[in-house]
């Protein structure tokens, strides 16, 4: 069999652009090219769109754009930190900077742009930065842990991501934009005067229509300050330059290929260069309109152009590209798509501004009817539904589109088929349906999967999950949305509202009354009946060992303790905020001596003791309590630790004692039960030493307050927390942190951390904020008297269990021979201390466990 010669392609740069092309190239070309990818970044390609993330605690990992196996899969030679220096077009070679020479037949330039910075005095001195990479946002990082007030250079798209990344770190903070207005391409004059006053409320300094003059420096070379076209003087200990960019073609340009006279690579509809063997695509291009795109729907668009061509796929085009863009800066929403400034002949606007609420909303209609763009600052809640229909007839009257809900909200309709709903990878409502009807997408996952609809910036994520449900409703799918078979008509949120507002206090008479099976005496399941439990403790509704509710429990909640592999238990007495005296630890020690327990410093900064048989566990327990210890509900649904660095009190970092915050606020949740358990961490500066924005809640000081991060957490799908609000003084802060937690437990799902839960909530952050901080929905006095009861009916499970020996009693390993040690736990010794020796097999572990429940 003769083999046949694989097409060598030579990728330059991966970036968001380089990697999508690879993806095309794959789906298209199979196994009929071999690749290489020369990049000069140190990692694989990573979402630069999202980067401001980063500061919020998002990983490079998280970033990354490049699926695990991915390269390996495909055969993909990738090597990074080794630019192209050199193209010989002739012999149809490459020449890295570490001196590789790799041939080609043929070569992708997917180079991207760098960042523009004016060449005024100063611009390189100590404490100057771009705003690019992974690594300038480090070294951005790293600056502002010793600053105090920052300075932003533009005012666009990036230059206020900047601005809020360094607001977030603590510091003061200046934009200069030299355009009459913020975001000069994006918005108009009404909607740059709205974004202005939003920014401004944040408390940030804006200056527009005045240029950098000159960057002044102290005595020892740092940055000091800025000196501005219109003779004002900034204060400043750090630049960051975010002043546009232009596109990367230098070795382009040596190669002799053709560039434009502000830039780029000449390329045609083809993404072709002046050499036919060479090919050019995302901000390095200068497109056949003569424009270079610098957003990343024509990145893509470009790139599957250019896998087309080499794959040999029909006749695929890049003539232009959609510029709409939907962004949250500085937590305001931000949209612009079509014709946004209204420059086509003849066309009219429809206008609708509230400069108290901070929104302003624009539509360009044309001379026929047609919607031709628009722009939306402060609620771009629409910009879903508008962009997909622009340049085709409205279907309601346009100032229906425009108007608050309270002055006329549209009628529902049905956007076309043929409607763009995701622009970043061109993918139609018809596409969207197919993926439902034909291959049996049910959510928003799958579709995102099936179509990467959605995968891009994201801001088409709600109108998909729109289609979804009604593609399904309208197929007659049933979906599941109670809790189980027992309460099929009701989810938890809606069980919570029903045992509060009826003041139910038992699983019976709620199965009873609100069941859709069993009828009477109904018994309900192992879904139903702990959801029910931890409703009823969650409004401090009896113990939850007493009576009915003991029969509800999960094994852990059953003994108040968490069982282990072996079928021993584990002992976690509170450690408020990580603080324990010496007296405190010498009882710990002692009770571990005494029993023969296994003890560990675990990462929540609590001594765990495991290794306890169900027997033991009141006598260790009563010890405890009676050193002043309590539990530390390891065992339950509820809030777990609030970690600490040492703050301000020790640390000549910190701003503010988070120590005495964290022990504060695990004192006020302790044995807070809610669907899912909860941690939280206090940092007392920006080094966040204590982790806290991976937790469900975490605070981080600033020199002003503090700053609340809400919805994040480790596990299996790690999410860093998203910040809710800034420089909250103390008795804010408690009250929306109470607000948060209260609001978490009335409405989430069982099992649901707070991390799924804000993400699935319709409206995500911003609504989160509305209802707790502005009071939108009306309820914040009923979520803070909810708390207030917590706080007030709140008693150590543990000292209440020891002090009635009716609950006591129920500690025992065999109930028809009470004081008979379990036989089958057994331990072994390793490293001086007790291993636990497994079960051999995993079904006689689950008959323990059951048999203990």
């Known amino acids: ?50 980067l401001t993330s980063w ?66 005095p100063g611009h390189d001195a100590d404490g100057c930065f771009v ?80 240029g950098t003059q000159a960057v002044t420096t102290a005595d020892d070379g740092r940055v000091s300050g800025m000196t501005l076209s219109d003779g004002t003087e900034l204060a400043a200990d750090l630049v960051v330059f975010s002043a546009g960019v232009r596109p990367r073609d230098a070795i382009a340009r040596e190669a002799g290929l053709a560039v434009g006279e ?52 029909g006749r695929a085009t890049f003539t232009g590209a959609d510029l709409s863009t ?5 937590g305001v929403d931000v949209a612009s798509f ?78 076309p088929d043929e409607a763009v709903v995701c622009s970043c990878h061109a993918v139609t409502k018809a596409t969207i349906r197919n993926a439902i ?44 949305r109670g809790v189980c078979e027992h309460f099929a008509d009701h989810t938890r949120a809606e069980l919570y509202e029903i045992v509060r507002v009826k003041g139910i206090t038992s699983f019976a008479r709620l199965i009873d009354e609100h069941g859709s099976t069993g009828g009477p005496g109904g018994d309900g399941c192992d879904v139903c009946k702990p959801t029910v439990g931890s409703i009823l403790a969650s409004l401090a509704q009896g113990h939850i060992l007493d009576g009915e509710q003991a029969a509800l429990q999960d094994t852990n909640d059953h003994f108040l303790a968490n069982i282990q592999r072996n079928g021993s238990y584990s002992v976690v007495p509170r450690i408020p905020g990580g603080e324990v005296t010496p007296e405190g630890l010498i009882t710990i020690g002692e009770i571990a001596r005494d029993f023969g327990l296994y003890t560990k410093i675990t990462g929540g900064q609590r001594i765990d003791m495991f290794g306890a048989t169900v027997d033991q566990l009141p006598h260790i327990w009563r010890r405890l309590v009676a050193a002043g210890f309590e539990s530390g509900h390891a065992y339950g649904k509820a809030l777990r630790t609030v970690k600490s660095c040492v703050g301000e009190t020790w640390c000549r970092y910190g701003v503010q004692d988070s120590v005495g915050l964290a022990i504060e606020l695990e004192l006020r949740y302790r044995g807070l039960r809610s669907p899912h358990k909860l941690k939280s961490a206090v940092s007392g500066c920006a080094r966040e030493c204590a982790e806290a924005q991976s937790k469900d809640f975490g605070v981080i000081a600033t020199s002003e307050g503090w700053n609340l991060y809400v919805g994040g957490n480790g596990g299996t799908t790690p999410r860093h927390a998203d910040l809710l609000a800034t420089d909250l003084d103390h008795d804010t802060l408690i009250r929306t942190i109470d607000r ?23 409206g995500g952050l911003d609504h989160l904020r509305a209802v707790i901080v502005d009071d939108s929905l009306g309820i914040c006095a009923d979520l803070d008297e909810l708390m207030s009861r917590h706080v007030e009916t709140y008693e150590d499970e543990w000292a209440a269990t020891l002090a009635d020996p009716d609950r006591v009693r129920r500690f025992v390993s065999f109930t028809n021979a009470p004081g008979t040690p379990d036989p089958t736990v057994r331990f072994t010794a390793e490293r001086d201390q007790i291993k636990p020796v497994l079960f051999e097999s995993f079904e006689l572990f689950e008959k323990l466990e059951a048999r203990s429940r």
């Open 326 to 330: 939907k962004l949250k800066l500085l």
């Open 131 to 210: 705003y690019r990479t992974i690594e300038d946002v480090e070294a951005i990082k790293a600056a502002a842990e010793h600053a105090r007030v920052g300075a932003v250079v533009g005012g666009g798209l990036l230059g206020l991501e900047a601005a809020g990344a360094l607001v977030a770190m603590g510091l003061d903070t200046h934009v200069v934009e030299f355009a009459p207005r913020l975001m000069a391409l994006q918005v108009d004059d009404g909607g740059g005067e709205v974004l202005r006053r939003k920014v401004e409320d944040l408390g940030v300094s804006v200056h527009t229509g005045a």
């Open 437 to 480: 009807t034909a291959h049996g997408c049910v959510d928003v996952p799958a579709v995102k999967k099936c179509t990467k609809a959605g995968t891009g910036c994201g801001s088409c994520v709600k109108l998909i999950g729109t289609i979804v449900k009604d593609e399904l409703e309208a197929a007659g799918v049933e979906t599941v």
């Open 262 to 313: 502000r830039g780029g690579v000449v390329v045609d509809e083809r993404c072709r260069t002046s050499d036919p063997h060479v090919l050019a695509i995302g901000e390095c291009a200068l497109a056949v309109d003569g424009r270079v795109y610098g957003l990343v729907a024509p990145g893509y668009a470009m790139a599957e152009v250019a896998a087309a061509e080499i794959g040999g796929v």
């Open 1 to 50: 069999m003769v083999e046949v010669e694989k097409t060598r392609v030579v990728l330059v740069g991966h970036g968001m652009v380089g990697q999508r092309f690879l993806e095309a190239l794959v789906e298209q070309s199979g196994h009929a090219v071999t690749v290489t990818v020369l990049a000069e970044e140190p990692r694989r390609a990573y979402d630069r769109v999202h």
């Open 338 to 415: 079509g014709d946004a400034h209204g420059v086509a002949e003849g066309c009219l606007e429809v206008l609708y501004s509230d400069s108290r609420a901070g929104v302003y909303k624009k539509l360009v209609i044309g001379a026929d009817g047609r919607l031709l763009g628009g722009v939306l600052v402060g609620d771009a809640e629409a910009y879903g539904t508008l962009r997909p229909l622009t340049g085709g007839a409205l279907p309601v009257p346009a100032e229906q589109l425009v108007l608050p809900a309270s002055m006329g909200a549209p009628v529902p309709f049905a956007l």
């Open 55 to 120: 500061f919020s605690g998002v990983t490079p990992g998280e970033l990354s754009m490049c699926d695990e196996g991915f390269v390996e899969k495909h055969g993909i030679d990738i090597r990074l930190g080794d630019p192209v220096e050199a193209i010989d077009r002739i012999a149809r070679s490459v020449t890295t900077r570490n001196g590789h020479t790799v041939n080609y037949d043929v070569l992708v330039l997917a180079t991207g742009s760098y960042p523009f910075v004016p060449p005024v």
């Open 740 to 762: 948060f937690l209260m609001f978490y437990i009335r409405t989430a799902d069982r099992l649901e951390r707070t991390a799924p839960w804000v993400h699935r909530m319709e």
